[in-house]
């Protein structure tokens, strides 16, 4: 258990500054304002498969925090919530044991791409919104509007990038049953 403590603690350090580095680097904007296609979300989506829900959810949280803080000079709390969110979610989204043994096949990518479009559609377009209207009092229209676009987004960044990331990741993985001897 220990062992494993030791890896959540370095994923998330690792996780939370890519997703800072790249949430800061590669940010193309869409045509609501404050929204933007965001390919950190990708990377979440990697670790979250590889070190689980908790690791998923600290680097989402820690990572978008930081990144808010750098770029806006404080952190947007219901959206780092959702964040963090969307990370414990992908990491209930892959079968981590299959993973690790190189197996990401079509059932697979299946399941994480409907997790990972639900969460985005729950957390986005419902969780992240109703907290910017009870905490920040910000029109409704517009954080559902900002919302809606910020989840189909990331949905598409996470169903194209993540899928692809983790299927290069299982494919360096030994199959069990190989013939390879190292």
Known sequence: MKNNSVKVVVATGIGAALFVIIG??????????????????????????????????????IGHALKDSFLYGSPWWTWVLGSGLM???????????????????????????????????????????????????EPANKVFTQGVVAGLVNAVTIAVAGTLLLKLYAATRTKSGSLDKE
């Open 24 to 61: 800061w680097l590669i940010n193309i904007p869409t045509p609501i304002p404050n929204t933007s296609i965001q390919l950190q979300y990708a990377v979440l989506a990697l670790f979250s498969a590889l070190f689980g829900p908790l690791a998923g959810f600290l680097i989402g949280f």
């Open 87 to 137: 990370g414990l979610f992908l990491g209930f989204g892959v079968n981590r044991a299959r993973l690790t043994q190189g197996i990401f096949g079509n059932k697979e990518m299946i399941r994480f791409n409907a997790v990972q479009l639900i969460a985005n559609l729950v957390v986005w377009g419902i969780i992240a919104p109703i907290g910017d209207v009870l905490v920040y009092s």
